[in-house]
């Protein structure tokens, strides 16, 4: 009789006989346009010394960081800007967030005081604007109602935005399957057990939909500002959904950070959304400075191998869902926009080629 197992001592060993192409770096110089330096998801760096943070994005021909971990105040933002981009300005970009926590205590004047902090913190270096899921999700306003993605009372923090040319990289839902009854359908079953904390079903939460109405509301109501959808649009599980979006909003683009899981099991649509869209994807890992990971990325993003593991540890199971992924096999002038040109656009930096 078969040895009974637990599902999370399963991890299948394929005999598929397939072709494997390792890549150590990328086609073309690399901006890495979404992804951390602190803890939990950037590693630790900020407390590293920068010259082995620099050696690491050498290996993998990494030319820009976007550091999304600026938040705001003097704990944070002041510190990754002289930390990161006041030593190497052209090697980093510091996007600073908003502090959320000021709304209850400060009732209808929040939005202004944003406005004006990100003034502020133009001046004073930073990139872009952060805005993470708790919005949408969690903040509630100074009446204890929680707020919309799309609340009109916060449209002069967007309008300030755009008119500073600081770009606004919203997350604003996680995948569909966050939002479901954690049950034996919910493809992510497993790695809903590891984080109990991603658990978002509706209710008590917002739905899904609902939030993504919400974005998609927001990006049409500001088109003079600029907005990055990260994780493909907060919708990587339906690029349809997502290609009408950037069709209608010439404001809109998307980063595929941490979301190749998604889109690589779904090789012949994505290959489509990468070239109907090569102008409007810009390239994020999400994942810290990670030399595996980028390497998954790129053999994603360059050939046409078959049925691999997305996983930077090919011995280890995937841990977003119980599936392989497939190369996208990308023509050199949509590698070039995805690796850099579209970041270089929307940041307005140039890189040295």
């Not at 494997?20 to 110089?29: G, I, N, Q």
Request: with cysteine; net charge negative.
């Amino acid at each position: 009789m078969a040895k009974e197992l637990l599902l999370r001592e399963f991890n299948p060993k394929s005999h598929l006989v397939t072709k494997a192409t390792e890549v150590l770096k990328p086609r073309f110089p690399l901006i890495d346009a979404h992804n951390h330096l602190a803890e939990p998801f950037g590693g630790g760096w900020d407390k590293k010394p920068l010259d082995q943070l620099l050696d690491v994005l050498d290996q993998v021909d990494v030319r820009h960081y976007v550091d999304l971990d600026g938040g705001w105040g003097e704990d944070v933002f002041y510190t990754h800007l002289r930390k990161f981009k006041q030593p190497a300005p052209d090697r980093f970009s510091v996007f600073c967030g908003i502090d959320w926590t000021k709304w209850p205590e400060m009732g209808d004047d929040f939005p202004g005081w944003v406005a004006k902090k990100l003034v502020e913190y133009k001046k004073d270096g930073a990139d872009g604007l952060k805005v993470w899921k708790n919005f949408g999700l969690h903040q509630k306003d100074h009446l204890g109602n929680l707020v919309d993605v799309d609340d009109p009372r916060l449209s002069e923090v967007w309008e300030q935005a755009g008119e500073l040319g600081l770009p606004v990289l919203i997350h604003a839902a996680d995948p569909v399957a966050f939002f479901d009854p954690v049950d034996e359908r919910n493809e992510r079953w497993e790695e809903l057990q590891k984080h109990p904390d991603w658990m978002f079903t509706s209710p008590p939460f917002p739905s899904f939909d609902h939030i993504l109405e919400g974005l998609a509301h927001l990006v049409e109501a500001h088109p003079r500002t600029t907005f990055i959808g990260a994780h493909v649009g907060c919708y990587a599980e339906n690029l349809a959904w997502v290609g009408d979006l950037l069709d209608r909003s010439p404001n809109f683009y998307v980063d595929f950070a941490a979301r190749i899981p998604e889109i690589g099991r779904q090789p012949f649509t994505a290959r489509k959304f990468f070239l109907d869209y090569s102008d409007r994807i810009v390239f994020g890992l999400d994942m810290g400075p990670h030399l595996g990971a980028y390497r998954v990325y790129f053999r994603f993003l360059e050939t046409d191998d078959e049925y691999f593991n997305y996983n930077p540890d090919p011995d280890a199971a995937p841990d977003s869902g119980r599936w392989m992924i497939y190369g996208l096999n990308l023509p050199d002038e949509v590698l070039k926009n995805v690796y850099h040109r579209n970041a270089e656009r929307v940041l307005g930096i140039q890189i040295k080629k």
